[in-house]
């Protein structure tokens, strides 16, 4: 099966440019989460949908960052303009329940890493 | 505010020694405790749970323990291998509310095992 499809794998862009990272979920599973690693704040939660639908977008740093999640299967972050502080890993995972019925596990993709010069 | 804390960095030890990793809480309300484990260029992937109503899980090589009254839970592994170098991750999640997988992550824990 195919996990958790991200792209790009790396983006190098220049401060004030519009970065848009994209996901593709696992097939079934009806929650998706975008998150951040830095090396101060490890895994940071950014935001997360239910059923295609935002629930929590309370770690969204800025105004600049944006997302959204069209269909089931297809979800993309989005930054505009970007500044070198977003310089980061963006992870986007996906888990195949909502609320307290499985494990709580999240399957991760192998990550989008940006580069804001 | 950091909600979820792992404390050391790194931690270095000795192939078939024990690997004891730490992690702290703050918010009273996480009930289901994960570790992760992150390897260079990869996603982080599912390592071992625990609910808040044990105080123990084994699998295998891999044992985590819970503290609820000191709101810590750490991590054993072994006997130690290299191919656990990687990073650990701990998370916490809480029921409350309707209830979700939103997972809160600590800041991760560098491991190293020395042949």
């Known amino acids: 099966d195919a996990g958790v499809i991200q792209s790009p794998r790396h983006e190098v862009t220049e401060m004030g440019q519009e970065v848009t990272l994209r996901c593709k979920p696992i097939s079934g599973h009806n929650s998706l989460f975008w998150y951040r690693q830095t090396m101060m704040r490890g895994l940071e939660l950014l935001i997360y949908f239910n059923n295609n639908v935002p629930i929590d977008d309370s770690g969204m740093p800025e105004d600049r960052f944006s997302a959204k999640m069209p269909n089931a299967s297809f979800s993309t972050l989005k930054i505009q303009p970007s500044e070198p502080r977003d310089s980061a890993v963006y992870f986007c995972?996906?888990?195949?329940?909502?609320?307290?019925?499985?494990?709580?596990?999240?399957?991760f993709g192998e990550g989008s890493r940006l580069t804001v010069l | 505010d950091q909600q979820v804390k792992q404390n050391s960095p790194s931690l270095s030890v000795q192939e078939g020694r024990i690997s004891i990793l730490n992690c702290d809480y703050t918010?009273?309300?996480?009930?289901?405790f994960l570790w992760y484990k992150k390897y260079p260029a990869e996603g982080p992937t599912f390592l071992i749970s625990i609910s808040s109503i044990k105080d123990k899980n084994e699998d295998g090589r891999f044992t985590v323990f819970l503290n609820k009254s000191a709101k810590h839970l750490s991590l054993h592994i072994v006997p130690s291998q290299p191919g656990d170098s990687a990073v650990y991750f701990c998370?916490?999640?809480?029921?409350?509310?309707?209830?979700?997988?939103?997972?809160?992550f600590g800041t991760g824990t560098l491991l190293a095992v020395q042949p």
């Open positions: 998370a916490a999640s809480a029921s409350y509310g309707g209830a979700t997988n939103k997972l809160i």
């Open positions: 995972a996906s888990s195949p329940t909502s609320g307290r019925l499985g494990t709580g596990e999240l399957f």
């Open positions: 918010n009273s309300m996480f009930d289901y």
